[in-house]
């Protein structure tokens, strides 16, 4: 299915596709997930075994598996596991590997930061600097090699967000994560980020405030040795999209689906919620303006990886209605045309 739309100066048509589902039953949320000798793989997660959720007295489990698939037509298979059940962390894809920074298990957030690498037999981990906090449900993006975390919640039982930005430069073989200045806004949890023409970007988010969620439309970029300026707001919500966006050309960062808010306060049994929005939104660097640039053609998933392979996005599992995982593995290539 290919869906074209015109802004500003520019044409992006999207072709839709699938790969081999997640061989679960259920589904993951809040999976890892990254590209390492051309093999995408994921790891980890979150789900409710029995189908249920938490209003039916289900319990969330955490998982350890890690499932790779050598090509985009090939067959998922197991690989390893976790050094404990994880999820909820941020996935960076580098040249050494897929790190997995933060995240939770099923009792606690954790400041733990690991390499994985597979040689296509074995699964290896290598110990990189802790974070300064544990964080979970933050976001976060590579740019030139210098790996930046921004929000999140430091416990499972927290009722405020935080505004923490962190880097950790990768070319220096630092021994610490930096502080940096936050962002001119509001705290955040799933947010989130992007990187493109040596800035990084923060889109939307939630904010806590003693446990009430407020759905936010702002957006912030940040260049180095400059500092933060606020950009246009977006038209809507974007809470838990997949992250991080999705770089196409020079100049547009795309974003697919997330939580809009429109469900806010409307008691909807999962059954019967409608699922996130599958609006797909650009952000245009050049321009500062955002504009639906299409519609996903199946249900789109939030607290699920973007992941690039073959330059095409991939976003593997998520979660498709409240407490309800899904299987599969959409894949979105991007055709820009003309300027």
Not at 36 to 65: E, M
Not at 200 to 217: P, W
């Amino acid at each position: 299915m290919t869906v074209t739309s015109v802004y500003a100066q520019i044409n992006i048509s999207f072709k839709w596709d699938t790969l081999a589902n997640v061989p679960d039953d259920i589904g993951f949320a809040g999976s890892f997930a990254g590209i390492w000798n051309n093999t995408l793989i994921v790891a980890g997660g979150a789900n409710f075994p029995d189908g249920g959720a938490p209003w039916t007295g289900s319990k969330k489990v955490w998982h350890d598996q890690i499932f790779a698939l050598d090509s985009p037509d090939g067959e998922w298979k197991v690989v390893g596991n976790l050094p404990t059940a994880l999820g909820y962390g941020i996935s960076i894809t580098c040249d050494e590997g897929l790190i997995l920074v933060g995240g939770s298990t099923h009792e606690k957030h954790i400041a733990e930061v690991r390499l994985l690498q597979y040689d296509g037999k074995n699964v290896t981990f290598k110990h990189l600097p802790e974070l300064p906090k544990p964080v979970a449900n933050s976001t976060g993006v590579i740019l030139n090699n210098v790996i930046y975390v921004l929000g999140g919640t430091l416990d499972p039982a927290s009722k405020e967000t935080e505004n923490n930005f962190w880097s950790l430069d990768l070319n220096k073989s630092a021994t610490a994560w930096k502080k940096l200045d936050s962002w001119p806004g509001p705290s955040r949890m799933l947010a989130v980020a992007g990187a493109q023409d040596g800035a990084i970007y923060l889109f939307s988010g939630t904010h806590l405030k003693n446990g009430d969620r407020e759905y936010l439309k702002d957006a912030y970029k940040y260049t180095v040795g400059r500092g933060w300026e606020r950009i246009a707001d977006l038209p809507h919500a974007i809470v838990a999209a997949p992250s991080p966006a999705f770089a196409v050309g020079n100049d547009n960062l795309v974003v697919f689906g997330g939580d809009d808010g429109s469900q806010i306060g409307i008691n909807l049994k999962k059954e019967k919620h409608p699922g996130f929005s599958k609006t797909v939104l650009s952000y245009n660097t050049k321009y500062n303006n955002w504009t639906e640039v299409g519609v996903q053609p199946s249900d789109a998933a939030v607290t699920a990886p973007l992941v690039v392979w073959d330059n095409k996005a991939i976003i593997p599992g998520g979660e498709i209605r409240p407490s309800v995982r899904t299987t599969k593995v959409v894949v979105a290539e991007a055709i820009k045309t003309s300027e």
